[in-house]
């Protein structure tokens, strides 16, 4: 049974390009949220999708955007991409019924420069 | 503002100790409370949960405490070894489970 799988693995973009990244949840799992890690930090909470609709969001600009698909599949969008957007960006998929902890996936890591 | 403390940056301890790591926050009032492990580049992996109705959970060697008055967490692993070694993240939900948000993490060094 695979886990959480995201794509692309690393990648690099030029200030002001646009960049999707993926996500693949686990099995059964239906909410997927989207975090931030910058270097030596915890986790920075971007939103979360449920129901194809986000449903909750964190303090971050509307630069940063998403979508749900029918799969529960997700994508994190970023549009203008400043040097401060180079990250590691990790999907975690959960059941919202079940609750519980969530299954990260090993992120993208995006460099921007 | 809401904010999330754990102790320190990094601890070092000696192999066959416990270890044990403080989450505090504050202007939160998280019905749950997580804490997962996390190795260099890789993301979070899962460890416990706990609910504010909870004083304590246990795991294997592993064991949380919740203490809602002091809003603090403790997180404690008893006979460490080298393999323990990584960083522990505590994460706290916002709305009644259905977010949650880390605190920044404490690396753990189990020294042999």
């Known amino acids: 049974d695979a886990g959480v799988t995201q794509s692309p693995t690393h990648l690099i973009k030029t200030r002001g390009q646009q960049v999707t990244l993926r996500c693949s949840p686990k099995s059964g799992h239906d909410t997927v949220s989207w975090y931030q890690q910058a270097l030596g930090q915890g986790p920075q909470f971007i939103f979360q999708y449920y129901e194809e609709e986000e449903r909750q969001r964190g303090n971050f600009p509307d630069r940063f955007s998403g979508h749900q698909f029918p799969n529960y599949s997700s994508e994190l969008n970023v549009n203008a991409l400043l040097l401060g957007d180079s990250a590691l960006y990790l999907c975690?998929?959960?059941?919202?019924?079940?609750?519980?902890?969530?299954?990260f996936g090993s992120g993208t890591r995006l460099t921007v420069v | 503002s809401q904010k999330i403390e754990q102790n320190s940056e990094a601890l070092n301890i000696q192999e066959g100790k416990t270890a044990t790591l403080t989450c505090n926050y504050t202007?939160?009032?998280?019905?749950?409370l997580q804490w997962y492990r996390q190795d260099p580049g890789r993301g979070p992996v899962f460890l416990l949960l706990i609910r504010e109705n909870e004083k304590e959970k246990r795991k294997e060697r592993l064991k949380v405490t919740f203490d809602t008055t002091l809003k603090q967490s403790l997180f404690h692993i008893t006979a460490s070894q080298p393999a323990d070694s990584a960083t522990y993240l505590c994460?706290?939900?916002?709305?009644?489970?259905?977010?949650?948000?880390f605190g920044p993490g404490t690396r753990l060094s189990v020294l042999p």
């Open positions: 975690a998929s959960n059941n919202r019924d079940r609750g519980g902890g969530y299954t």
């Open positions: 994460a706290l939900d916002e709305n009644y489970g259905q977010n949650f948000v």
């Open positions: 202007n939160y009032s998280p019905a749950y």
